[in-house]
């Protein structure tokens, strides 16, 4: 029965989602789902103008040699954030996170462009990181506490095509306003679009998703409010209201009404399709007649009152616990390590050694604590799509990072051409999420994953082909929109399941697990290609990027493909992770599993 009418905010079965509510844009969903997405779409016009502007406002700000901390500074801050916004949305609900997740971002970008120097600029790019950590994790909460689990493959596919038309705007835009207006009104520009999304998306977050898990609420049970009628499971209807916001009306099973409010806590099915217990279960319909235990009505009093006031109490929220001290600890060890790690493969000498060890020495430690146990060896189930993520997300980013620099300095394109040759990349990418959102789909996610990561390892291995003179140059373009049809079938999948397969109270944490494996792979990953690329040669690339004929060639085809065939192997490594990201079901007779 659909909702005739706010009340306060209560748990609802999906079973009640009337017609007119059905789909991610419909009535009940509507204003959510367009605050959220536009949340997302604000995030990848920054991350593609910003990328555009960097190289000139490093120039200007004299600052070219820390270059690659503007990078860094982002990565670094956004693996603490995702840390802290599992935590805090546990504990407190994804609304706090989310919105100081978005100021923080707006106030980074803010401190980015009134730079006077590039340490100012970097610090600004730190601030818009842990910004951007904390809001990642917080729309992940949201997705698993306010959409039930058949909606989610559908807002994550459009999480994925609000990416498409940023992927090829953005850059454009982001040149016509740096070439007329100025590196700095990118970066003081974006801030100014955060509004729209928080009046759409913080009152529906508030409403359906505020506040800290309750105990026993199921994984897919969305938060809303109303009132409505039914009957009960055993023949008698139910009228009032209570912590479950519906009222329902009718007759008893002996042709009397009955009357009385409160919540159904314990599951009991009913005709009506609400779970719970009713307040007089136990006790017969009339209250002054025999009861088949011997009880008089005066000894069954107490019992119907404790009952019906049991009733009357809202649902049990987990326990409010504090923040976890020593996750906290690890999450500034994973930032602080993987910083010393990029910092130690941007600078080749022997001395780089001791930040490197540094670096590890704090990684190993931080996430072996942050992440499922079992994640690195892929054991079934969760740590298995956590670490899928971080295969797929790392060997692609690291890969693709590269094929605008191979195209500008090996075949001679404009810098413009070759950020064009990865827009088609947008629009399959999310076709791909749009696929795997289909419900017929469902059955045949894990193959879906499996052709997924073949697709993106055959277009990395394919991407250093256009090395060779008689490889057409669109051939890139080509096998980049097939890799990014594949990111799209592995990418939403992973959120999907990791949803499927965590608890409310614990949706955040595991949330967190799911980003920080897919920075912290981005960062390794670049870094050892980084490293590799400039040990074969890849250093003499500032000379050709800064355009002079001399550069043009100057650096050794190997040093590219020192990049793309170990992102490609990875991602083979990321097709054999897709077999294991279900538990093994007992088959049926035997008590093995299969």
């Given at each position: 029965m659909a909702p005739l009418e706010t009340s306060d905010v209560t748990t609802v079965p999906p079973e009640v989602e009337g017609d007119g509510e059905d789909g991610v844009l419909g009535r009940a969903y509507r204003a959510l789902s367009i605050g959220i997405v536009s949340v997302v779409l604000v995030i990848a016009f920054e991350a593609t103008a910003v990328g555009t502007a960097m190289p000139v406002a490093a120039r200007e700000l004299d600052g070219v040699a820390l270059y690659a901390f503007a990078f860094s500074g982002y990565f670094t801050t956004s693996l603490f954030g995702m840390v802290l916004a599992g935590?805090?949305?546990?504990?407190?609900?994804?609304?706090?996170?989310?919105?100081?997740?978005?100021?923080?971002?707006?106030?980074?970008?803010?401190?980015?462009?009134?730079?006077?120097?590039?340490?100012?600029?970097?610090?600004?790019?730190?601030?818009?990181?842990?910004?951007?950590?904390?809001?990642?994790?917080?729309?992940?909460?949201?997705?698993?506490?306010?959409?039930?689990?058949?909606?989610?493959?559908?807002?994550?596919?459009?999480?994925?095509?609000?990416?498409?038309?940023?992927?090829?705007?953005?850059?454009?835009?982001?040149?016509?306003?740096?070439?007329?207006?100025?590196?700095?009104?990118?970066?003081?520009?974006?801030?100014?679009?955060?509004?729209?999304?928080?009046?759409?998306?913080?009152?529906?977050?508030?409403?359906?998703?505020?506040?800290?898990?309750?105990?026993?609420?199921?994984?897919?049970?969305?938060?809303?409010?109303?009132?409505?009628?039914?009957?009960?499971?055993?023949?008698?209807?139910?009228?009032?209201?209570?912590?479950?916001?519906?009222?329902?009306?009718?007759?008893?099973g002996d042709g009397r009404a009955h009357v009385g409010t409160g919540s159904e806590k314990a599951p009991r099915p009913g005709t009506d399709g609400f779970t719970g217990t009713h307040p007089f279960e136990h006790a017969p319909a009339d209250p002054l007649a025999p009861d088949p235990l011997g009880a008089g009505p005066l000894d069954r009093a107490p019992l119907a009152v404790e009952a019906l006031a049991a009733e009357t109490l809202p649902p049990e929220p987990l326990r409010r616990a504090p923040l976890d001290r020593r996750r906290i600890r690890l999450a500034f060890g994973i930032a602080f390590g993987a910083g010393l790690l990029q910092y130690a493969a941007q600078d080749l000498r022997l001395l780089s050694l001791l930040p490197a060890l540094a670096g590890v020495a704090l990684l190993v430690p931080a996430v072996r604590g942050l992440l499922p146990r079992g994640t690195w060896r892929a054991a079934r189930g969760l740590p298995s799509v956590v670490l899928l993520r971080g295969v797929a997300a790392g060997s692609f980013v690291a890969a693709e990072s590269f094929v605008p620099l191979m195209l500008v300095t090996q075949?001679?394109?404009?810098?413009?051409?070759?950020?064009?040759?990865?827009?088609?990349?947008?629009?399959?990418?999310?076709?791909?999420?749009?696929?795997?959102?289909?419900?017929?789909?469902?059955?045949?996610?894990?193959?879906?994953?499996?052709?997924?990561?073949?697709?993106?390892?055959?277009?990395?291995?394919?991407?250093?082909?256009?090395?060779?003179?008689?490889?057409?140059?669109?051939?890139?373009?080509?096998?980049?929109?097939?890799?990014?049809?594949?990111?799209?079938?592995?990418?939403?999948?992973?959120?999907?399941?990791?949803?499927?397969?965590?608890?409310?109270?614990?949706?955040?944490?595991?949330?967190?697990?799911l980003q920080i494996s897919d920075a912290l792979c981005n960062v390794l990953l670049l870094a050892f290609g980084g490293a590799a690329f400039a040990a074969l040669g890849g250093g003499a690339m500032a000379h050709a990027a800064a355009g002079t004929a001399s550069g043009a060639h100057a650096s050794h085809p190997a040093a590219f493909a020192a990049v793309f065939l170990p992102m490609a192997a990875?991602?083979?490594?990321?097709?054999?992770?897709?077999?294991?990201?279900?538990?093994?079901?007992?088959?049926?007779?035997?008590?093995?599993?299969g």
């Amino acid at each position: 029965m659909a909702p005739l009418e706010t009340s306060d905010v209560t748990t609802v079965p999906p079973e009640v989602e009337g017609d007119g509510e059905d789909g991610v844009l419909g009535r009940a969903y509507r204003a959510l789902s367009i605050g959220i997405v536009s949340v997302v779409l604000v995030i990848a016009f920054e991350a593609t103008a910003v990328g555009t502007a960097m190289p000139v406002a490093a120039r200007e700000l004299d600052g070219v040699a820390l270059y690659a901390f503007a990078f860094s500074g982002y990565f670094t801050t956004s693996l603490f954030g995702m840390v802290l916004a599992g935590q805090w949305s546990d504990r407190d609900g994804p609304l706090a996170s989310l919105t100081v997740g978005i100021g923080a971002f707006a106030g980074g970008l803010l401190l980015s462009g009134t730079a006077g120097g590039m340490w100012l600029f970097v610090l600004g790019r730190a601030v818009q990181g842990l910004g951007g950590g904390l809001v990642i994790v917080a729309l992940y909460v949201v997705v698993g506490r306010a959409y039930p689990e058949r909606l989610r493959p559908a807002i994550m596919a459009a999480f994925a095509a609000a990416w498409v038309v940023p992927s090829v705007v953005g850059p454009l835009a982001a040149g016509a306003v740096t070439e007329h207006l100025g590196w700095r009104w990118v970066f003081l520009g974006i801030p100014a679009l955060v509004g729209v999304p928080l009046a759409l998306a913080l009152p529906q977050i508030r409403r359906r998703a505020g506040g800290p898990a309750t105990a026993g609420e199921p994984a897919d049970t969305p938060l809303v409010g109303g009132t409505g009628t039914g009957t009960d499971g055993d023949g008698r209807a139910h009228v009032g209201t209570g912590t479950d916001g519906f009222a329902r009306t009718g007759t008893d099973g002996d042709g009397r009404a009955h009357v009385g409010t409160g919540s159904e806590k314990a599951p009991r099915p009913g005709t009506d399709g609400f779970t719970g217990t009713h307040p007089f279960e136990h006790a017969p319909a009339d209250p002054l007649a025999p009861d088949p235990l011997g009880a008089g009505p005066l000894d069954r009093a107490p019992l119907a009152v404790e009952a019906l006031a049991a009733e009357t109490l809202p649902p049990e929220p987990l326990r409010r616990a504090p923040l976890d001290r020593r996750r906290i600890r690890l999450a500034f060890g994973i930032a602080f390590g993987a910083g010393l790690l990029q910092y130690a493969a941007q600078d080749l000498r022997l001395l780089s050694l001791l930040p490197a060890l540094a670096g590890v020495a704090l990684l190993v430690p931080a996430v072996r604590g942050l992440l499922p146990r079992g994640t690195w060896r892929a054991a079934r189930g969760l740590p298995s799509v956590v670490l899928l993520r971080g295969v797929a997300a790392g060997s692609f980013v690291a890969a693709e990072s590269f094929v605008p620099l191979m195209l500008v300095t090996q075949r001679g394109l404009s810098p413009t051409l070759a950020g064009l040759s990865l827009a088609a990349g947008g629009a399959t990418w999310a076709l791909g999420s749009w696929l795997q959102a289909r419900p017929g789909a469902e059955p045949y996610r894990e193959r879906l994953m499996f052709l997924g990561m073949l697709l993106v390892a055959a277009a990395v291995a394919t991407a250093p082909s256009v090395l060779l003179p008689a490889v057409p140059v669109w051939t890139v373009a080509v096998a980049w929109a097939f890799g990014c049809f594949g990111m799209g079938l592995v990418v939403a999948s992973t959120s999907v399941l990791l949803l499927q397969l965590s608890a409310p109270h614990e949706a955040g944490t595991n949330s967190a697990a799911l980003q920080i494996s897919d920075a912290l792979c981005n960062v390794l990953l670049l870094a050892f290609g980084g490293a590799a690329f400039a040990a074969l040669g890849g250093g003499a690339m500032a000379h050709a990027a800064a355009g002079t004929a001399s550069g043009a060639h100057a650096s050794h085809p190997a040093a590219f493909a020192a990049v793309f065939l170990p992102m490609a192997a990875v991602a083979l490594v990321g097709a054999w992770v897709t077999t294991r990201v279900r538990e093994r079901r007992p088959v049926a007779g035997t008590g093995r599993k299969g």
